[in-house]
Antibody
Framework: QLQLQESGPGLMRPSETLSLTCAVS??????????WAWVRQPPGKGLEWIGN???????YYNPSLESRVTISVDTSRNQFSLKLSSVTAADTSVYYC??????????????WGQGAQVTVSS | EIVLTQSPVTLSVSPGERATFSCRAS??????LAWYQQRPGQAPRLLIH???TRAAGIPARFSGSGSGTAFTLTISSLQSEDFAVYYC?????FGGGSKLELK
């Protein structure tokens, strides 16, 4: 059974760089069939896609966040990571990692981590 | 950029009854819409992809239909565990969600 687990600091100061890691177990992240994704959810609000990465490191991001986002993959550790620079209170969210079925015509997210709460406050 | 609009925002239904949610896209998304369920304090769970294909382990009381720009998620006979928020999704866009609450 595929499992994903986010880890990272829960509290940050404005202007810092958020860094989260998603550890994948039960399947190899090197599978060429899937992408790996980050999605966030501000308190009491809906879901926002942040970006996707494949095993080779190919990435694409939400244009609204692209200037501040970097997603990377470490196949040797079977994990992938998110960095979001210059955070503000608006970046306070639960951050989820997920596996993405991602083809030229269809994308959906079939496995999710439990989520990591990140709060930005001075 | 595709925008997904869900309705109603909140739906109040009794257990055993049917619940129906709508998702409308600002332009055609073909047959590639997905639906998710999110219970309080939990991660989203994939229910349906490709408009009508149930994900592994999803009960048959969940069904999806539609094409182009208009889609529907139906829960045929509500169970207590179905009271949650439901999201539609295509590509990088998620709908705003519909909350199913106990009547």
């Amino acid at each position: 059974q595929l499992q994903l687990q986010e880890s990272g600091p829960g509290l940050m100061r404005p202007s810092e760089t958020l860094s989260l890691t998603c550890a994948v177990s039960g399947d190899s992240i090197s599978s060429s069939s899937y992408f790996w994704a980050w999605v966030r959810q501000p308190p009491g609000k809906g879901l926002e896609w942040i970006g996707n990465i494949d095993y080779s490191g190919f990435t694409y991001y939400n244009p609204s966040l692209e200037s501040r986002v970097t997603i990377s993959v470490d196949t040797s550790r079977n994990q992938f990571s998110l960095k979001l620079s210059s955070v503000t209170a608006a970046d306070t969210s639960v951050y989820y990692c997920a596996r993405s079925v991602d083809t030229p015509i269809e994308r959906y997210f079939d496995y999710w981590g439990q989520g990591a709460q990140v709060t930005v406050s001075s | 950029e595709i925008v997904l609009t869900q309705s109603p925002v909140t739906l109040s239904v009794s257990p055993g009854e049917r619940a129906t949610f709508s998702c409308r896209a600002s332009q055609s998304v073909g047959n590639f819409l997905a639906w998710y369920q999110q219970r309080p304090g939990q991660a989203p769970r994939l229910l349906i992809h490709g408009v009508s294909t149930r994900a592994a382990g999803i009960p048959a009381r969940f069904s999806g239909s539609g094409s182009g720009t208009a889609f529907t998620l139906t829960i045929s006979s509500l169970q207590s565990e179905d009271f949650a928020v439901y999201y539609c999704q295509f590509g990088s866009a998620f709908g705003g969600g519909s909350k199913l609450e106990l009547k």
